[in-house]
């Protein structure tokens, strides 16, 4: 062999060689990571929240930021992502929940590099990513089109910079903290309970030189978000949060006690198994077992995923309207499953290779739970339904929903079909061929929102109602039936709480 030759011949040698059983397993769990979150994407329809998005997102940017403004109840940074999403896209359902899924994958970039810095092991943070990969509570999220995930990803970049500003109090980090916060500001509200904890947190473990810093760097952040405060604040002040915010009631301690049972991935564990004593036992291993402690940057991770969700608790107490909210606290998922890692690859190798072992039929539990989740009702599906049991002729057909939200979503997909725009009907429109003839049926119907059975009306109607609002002994259909009109078949859809059912109505 020539020594020309010999480079090329041992070259794919030497790469073979660098795939080290770590690196192999680096791959998996990424692949697995992402394989989890592209699994079933297009088989949930959007709900109400999704829809406000889109819906807020199609609009030009003025109508966008003042309907955002008008909601006041989270910053506008999604809406504005989302509409120059959609504006290379489209709003096919696959494009619409590419959003989600792309927010969450980012979020691997950030959680790699605190591992490197932080020292966590290749094996640790493989643990981590294969446990959040399939993590019920994450996995939700990341196919979710609201600004959750997009929380998620603003928390580990703020801690990740905050992380680098206490090992390095730097100007050039410093400037890239308060970036990362504008973001997280942007995001969500609960963004600036992180930014209060980086604040304390350097008053408490840092010299006082560093929190003023702080403080002074954190005055850009808040300038530049105080047009939204101020703009989101009037609206706030002349209605209040009730609007919005009624249907979440003051936590008991067993909420929060159900947030820790959640943030472990026991939330959806039914069985004999009790899952608070399984979320204690993980919290008991990890507060036992781990001994970083001590180093501040870990210890940061630690107050991260700890402090927050007493802080929602007690505010919630405290104001006259309560903001608790387990979703809201999606940021604190990183921080711990990387300690819980950490925590679990320090042990001695036995009892690491059992807790390892235990990891993984929980997390193939976790998996057939996606493989079978339905926590989504199909509005899609019941929308089409109600086209396809329409057989009258009549030019217009009002649709009495009975219940606060359930006419939000039916008029959002009759509008899809009346429009043409009915990507986000995705596959269930796709499937057939008579797209033109039900945008033709849809323009018929028009959805209303009534408070009870009485503002039904007219010779010819739908009704439509839940069972989870509604607590009459007859159903709608049923008492129509005794003012003597007759009732057409009931169809319904479900997902895991509640169902929807609908029936056309004839009156004399």
């Avoid at 849809?442 to 609002?469: H, L, M």
């Amino acid at each position: 062999m020539s020594a020309a030759t010999a480079p090329l011949s041992t070259a794919p040698a030497r790469a073979a060689s660098r795939l080290s059983p770590v690196t192999i397993a680096t791959f998996a769990v990424v692949l697995l990571f992402v394989g989890m979150r592209l699994w079933r994407l297009t088989d949930f329809a959007l709900d109400g929240d999704e829809i406000f998005s889109v819906q807020l997102a199609r609009d030009h940017w003025h109508g966008l930021i003042s309907r955002a403004g008008n909601d006041a109840i989270h910053p506008p940074l999604l809406y504005v992502l989302l509409k120059l999403w959609m504006g290379v896209g489209g709003e096919s359902l696959l494009w619409l929940r590419l959003f989600p899924f792309t927010v969450s994958v980012l979020c691997l970039f950030p959680v790699f590099a605190l591992c490197r810095d932080l020292k966590i092991s290749p094996a640790a943070r493989n643990l981590a990513i294969a446990i959040v990969a399939v993590h019920p509570y994450a996995m939700y999220y990341s196919q979710h089109l609201r600004m959750y995930c997009l929380l998620m990803l603003a928390g580990l970049l703020s801690a990740l910079c905050f992380e680098r500003y206490l090992d390095r109090s730097s100007v050039r980090n410093l400037v890239l903290l308060s970036t990362a916060n504008l973001f997280l500001a942007y995001t969500q509200y609960y963004g600036w309970c992180i930014v209060l904890l980086e604040f304390v947190y350097l008053l408490w473990k840092s010299r006082i030189r560093n929190a003023v810093a702080f403080l002074i760097a954190t005055a850009p952040v808040a300038i530049l978000f105080a047009p939204w405060a101020w703009y989101a604040g009037r609206v706030l002040h002349a209605r209040g949060l009730a609007q919005n915010l009624s249907w979440i009631s003051k936590p008991m301690f067993g909420e929060l006690n159900w947030f820790w049972v959640d943030l472990t991935g026991f939330a959806e564990f039914h069985g004999n198994a009790n899952p608070t004593n399984l979320a204690l036992a993980v919290l008991t291993l990890l507060f036992l077992c781990y001994r970083r402690y001590g180093e501040p940057r870990v210890h940061w991770l630690m107050l991260l995923w700890i402090a927050p969700a007493p802080i929602a608790f007690a505010v919630s107490q405290w104001l006259p309207q309560s903001i608790w909210g387990h979703r809201h606290l999606l940021f604190a998922i990183w921080p711990f499953f990387l300690l819980f890692a950490d925590a679990v690859c320090r042990m001695p190798r036995l009892v690491s290779y059992a807790v390892m072992l235990a990891a993984g039929v929980w997390g193939m539990y976790a998996a057939a739970f996606h493989a079978t989740d339905n926590r989504k009702l199909p509005w899609d599906v019941l929308t089409l339904e109600m086209l396809d049991a329409e057989h009258t002729d009549a030019p217009h057909i009002p649709i009495y929903a009975i219940d606060p939200y359930l006419h939000y979503p039916l008029e959002f997909y009759l509008d899809c079909l009346k429009t043409g725009h009915g990507g986000p009907l995705g596959p269930r429109l796709s499937s057939r061929n008579d797209g033109a003839e039900l945008g033709v049926k849809a323009a018929r119907f028009e959805p209303i929102k009534a408070d009870n059975i009485g503002q039904a009306q007219g010779s010819y109607f739908w009704v439509a109602w839940t069972d989870s609002s509604w607590q009459e002994k007859l159903t709608p259909p049923q008492m129509l039936e005794q003012r003597g009109c007759r009732a057409g078949q009931v169809i319904s859809q479900r997902d895991n709480f509640h169902a929807a059912m609908m029936s056309p109505i004839t009156c004399p």
